[in-house]
């Protein structure tokens, strides 16, 4: 199983609502990516988590709230966005811990915020 | 951190081969060379990487420029499959942390001609 599996595929949420994205990967990874993607951009790095603690916080503003229950699962937790946060949002993991390692991402979450 | 640029789009007929420049001069010695690709509505997906020897693999070929500061991609026979946005990446020591960071450049989309 290589796959990162990212739910839902789409998301429009409210700018008062509260939501969360999901991230799933059983290839035994112990490093975990978010990064954003506007249209017609690269993916922008926003958290890395490793061995299930946060490693990396881009400078993200709080209302996006990462959090890394178990080695196999990744979460944003969404709150209060603002319109100019619809993105792609995609995960990702790695090995974490070899220097010949590559990243394998998921599909995206395309969020829309109204 | 360490930046890479691009051609923002180059094209390619079908069948022949193309080469992807990528310039990254402030690369440090332990930074790795990814390239990925990434087809409308899809995560990035991993393409090849190096260090400081050239590389191939069933998909591409990894030019390394002596010096580093300078790679480029192949693509031995481009098919209309190929047609995406390739992006060059280098794979940084985050030192604070020990984790590794992937930073994107800003890509170029190719274009396959039939």
């Known amino acids: 199983d290589t796959e990162v599996t990212q739910t839902p595929k789409h998301l429009v949420m409210g700018m008062t609502n509260k939501k969360s994205l999901k991230c799933e990967q059983h290839?035994?990874?112990?490093?975990m990516y978010w990064y954003k993607q506007k249209a017609k951009k690269p993916p922008e790095l926003m958290f890395v988590?490793?061995?299930?603690?946060?490693?990396i916080n881009e400078s993200v503003p709080s209302r996006f709230s990462p959090e890394c229950p178990n080695s196999s699962l990744l979460n944003l937790h969404l709150h209060a966005l603002q319109p100019e946060d619809s993105a792609l949002y995609l995960c990702?993991?790695?090995?974490?811990?070899?220097?010949?390692?590559?990243?394998?991402f998921g599909s995206g979450t395309q969020l829309s915020v109204l | 951190d360490a930046k890479t640029t691009q051609p923002n789009s180059m094209e390619s007929n079908e069948e022949e081969p193309v080469h992807l420049p990528c310039n990254h001069s402030t690369i440090s010695g332990t930074d790795y060379i990814h390239w990925y690709r990434q087809l409308p509505s899809q995560g990035p997906e991993y393409v090849i990487h190096g260090l400081t020897s050239n590389v191939n693999n069933r998909m591409a070929s990894l030019a390394i420029a002596e010096d580093r500061k300078s790679s480029t991609l192949i693509l031995h026979r481009a098919t209309l499959r190929d047609a995406a946005v390739y992006y060059c990446?280098?794979?940084?020591?985050?030192?604070?942390?020990?984790?590794?960071?992937?930073?994107f450049g800003t890509g170029t989309r190719l274009k396959v001609l039939a």
């Open positions: 988590y490793s061995y299930e603690k946060l490693s």
């Open positions: 990702a993991s790695s090995q974490g811990d070899s220097l010949n390692e590559k990243l394998f």
């Open positions: 990446i280098l794979r940084v020591l985050y030192t604070t942390s020990g984790t590794y960071k992937y930073i």
């Open positions: 290839m035994g990874h112990r490093a």
